[in-house]
């Protein structure tokens, strides 16, 4: 059993039947948008029923589930995982089975400083490809459902329309302290202390930490400076009203790496041209590939990038980067030991001191935590799917003669990179950005199969 008080729980299992609801009486686009990012929004952290085989059922895997349900069972709309041809077959088989591959090579027992690690048994193999499909299908969902303008259109729409309603408790908790996760549901999700900055909070609401909360509010940015570009309203609100409110917010939030991706993101959209904007995502997500891949093989100028950080940000930012690359360090040389499908899970691949057995390191970025427990091999399906739609969505682009579609497919790759290089230092890829990656995707593919259609597509 996870944590929580006895609403925390009923929450969790109310939003089966809510999604149900959602499904019978909307569209499966908008019923899905609302269950993959409403669970998100609104369901608590760390309540979850910890099942045999299964992954524990909780806030990540809840509306998964209940949009699964949704899809095969009210809207009798079964997804397809892999009936895809060519390099994104091969993606995203490797993302599901290289886990149980990884899983078969760990069954050896780990000893460290009197510390016992049991190896990796077949029921843990055949556990990740439940967590694996759960983890890839919204991706799948978007990849399916999604493939008109109007779908797309509907996600960004809805995405700013959340973040609207969303902004409202970050503001309470931005000027009272964060406390309505531990109001509602009876606990604080994470280190209270840590959501302290610049004399001030960070929100979290039911999100779990002020930097989920920050790039949140990033891609709302992102979506509601999009619409602004097309003209596209946002109910009775001005679109130009509405994306200078967000920057507002989100420099409330406190987290630089989310601010600077909102600006990044604001500036590109609306001063540059659609074709600059997906130059800057294709550029942006080989940075995403690039970083780690560099950092494995031990040429990465960690030392320089430190340097400037203390020159131009401060001691105090220059010593947090260089303690994240001495982490990173650590667990890069041990993940090196298995480096194509990596230890697995229930913390082999992380790194414990040789006489105490006391874990020395820290894991923040995803990329890191990807390496470390499914190897190069994991890694690379993972970012490669993401990569995969950007250069997709380009190649669509090129197809199309309406202005708007082409300036909402560019916004949308640019969003899909910013999610991209958010997982170097945070974990951040929950099922509602991986239905972002899939809706990208399944427009791109659309609008190649039809070779541009011209009309509203």
Not at 133 to 144: E, K, W
Request: glycine residues 8%; proline residues 4%; charged residues 15%.
């Amino acid at each position: 059993m996870g944590k929580g008080n006895s609403l925390a729980y009923i929450i969790l299992f109310l939003w089966p039947i809510v999604s149900i609801r959602l499904y019978q009486k909307k569209s499966i686009q908008e019923a899905s948008l609302w269950v993959l990012l409403g669970g998100f929004m609104l369901l608590p952290v760390s309540t979850e029923i910890d099942l045999p085989l299964i992954p524990p059922i909780g806030k990540h895997s809840m509306p998964v589930l209940s949009a699964m349900i949704g899809c095969w069972f009210i809207k009798l709309k079964p997804i397809n995982y892999f009936r895809h041809k060519g390099v994104l077959r091969l993606l995203s088989l490797s993302i599901v089975f290289i886990p149980f591959i990884t899983g078969e090579l760990n069954s050896d027992r780990l000893m460290i400083g009197g510390r016992f690690w049991a190896g990796l048994t077949h029921h843990d193999s055949l556990s990740s490809i439940i967590h694996q499909i759960l983890f890839v299908t919204p991706f799948f969902i978007g990849l399916q459902f999604f493939k008109r303008y109007e779908h797309q259109l509907l996600m960004f729409k809805l995405l700013v329309i959340a973040g609207l309603w969303y902004s409202i408790p970050i503001l309470y908790e931005v000027r009272m302290s964060p406390q309505i996760h531990s109001m509602v549901y009876g606990y604080f999700p994470h280190s209270f202390r840590q959501q302290a900055r610049g004399g001030g909070f960070r929100a979290v609401v039911f999100m779990g930490h002020g930097l989920w909360v920050a790039f949140f509010v990033a891609c709302v940015l992102t979506a509601a400076t999009a619409l602004w570009k097309i003209r596209e309203k946002v109910s009775r609100f001005s679109p130009a009203s509405v994306s200078y409110f967000f920057f507002v917010v989100l420099i409330l939030c406190k987290s630089m790496a989310s601010l600077l991706y909102g600006l990044f993101a604001f500036i590109m959209i609306k001063k540059m041209s659609y074709k600059m904007q997906f130059r800057a995502a294709i550029l942006v997500a080989l940075l995403a590939i690039m970083y780690p891949t560099l950092s494995i093989m031990k040429v990465f100028p960690h030392q320089a990038i430190s340097g400037i950080a203390n020159t131009y940000m401060g001691p105090d930012r220059a010593q947090s980067l260089e303690f994240r690359f001495d982490n990173e360090r650590l667990l890069v040389e041990h993940a090196r030991k298995r480096f194509f499908f990596g230890w697995g899970g229930w913390g082999r691949n992380r790194v414990h001191d040789e006489e105490t057995g006391e874990d020395l390191t820290v894991t923040d970025g995803h990329w890191i935590i990807l390496f470390g427990t499914s190897g190069w091999l994991g890694f690379m399906a993972e970012f490669g799917v993401m990569a995969l739609c950007i250069f997709r969505a380009k190649s669509a682009a090129n197809l199309l003669k309406d202005r708007k579609q082409q300036t909402l497919l560019a916004a949308h790759a640019l969003l899909v990179s910013i999610i991209m290089i958010d997982q170097l230092p945070n974990a951040s890829l929950a099922p509602w950005l991986w239905l972002i990656v899939g809706v990208l995707l399944g427009r791109a593919e659309y609008i190649i199969a039809n070779k541009g259609e011209t009309v509203s597509g």
